[in-house]
Nanobody
Framework: QLQLVESGGGLVQPGGSLKLSCVAT????????IGWFRQAPGKEREGISC????????YYADSVKGRFATSRDNARNTVSLQMNSLKPEDTAVYYC?????????????????WGQGTQVTVSS
């Protein structure tokens, strides 16, 4: 059964960069699409990016478009989220999750496997 493990979170200054990783364990990524979500305190979980199983389609929410980039390496069972030009409003717990296919309306209920999350804090 697929399990996902995120890593790479931390504290970074505004304008800085972080790279998050999502590694599949107990099973391979296979053809699963992988989405990235984030949840700030008191806010709903927000879908910010999704990459298809073959990397031929990638989606970004307007809030991160042009600053974040996601990629996957199926041979290493890893999906990465490169985050640049970070802002204080990017502070949240970041999660990766698996789904059958990416769609623009990223609803958490459509994702069936979730990682434990990694904290990203953007502050001076």
């Amino acid at each position: 059964q697929l399990q996902l493990v995120e890593s790479g979170g931390g504290l970074v200054q505004p304008g800085g960069s972080l790279k998050l990783s999502c590694v599949a364990t107990r099973s391979t990524l296979g053809s699963n699409a992988i989405g990235w979500f984030r949840q700030a305190p008191g806010k709903e979980r927000e879908g910010i990016s999704c990459v298809s199983g073959t990397s031929d389609w990638t989606y970004y929410a307007d809030s991160v478009k042009g600053r974040f980039a996601t990629s996957r390496d199926n041979a290493r069972n890893t999906v990465s989220l490169q985050m640049n030009s970070l802002k204080p409003e990017d502070t949240a717990v970041y999660y990766c999750a698996a789904t059958l296919r990416c769609i623009r309306n990223m609803a958490p209920k459509d994702y069936n496997r979730w990682g434990q999350g990694t904290q990203v804090t953007v502050s001076s």
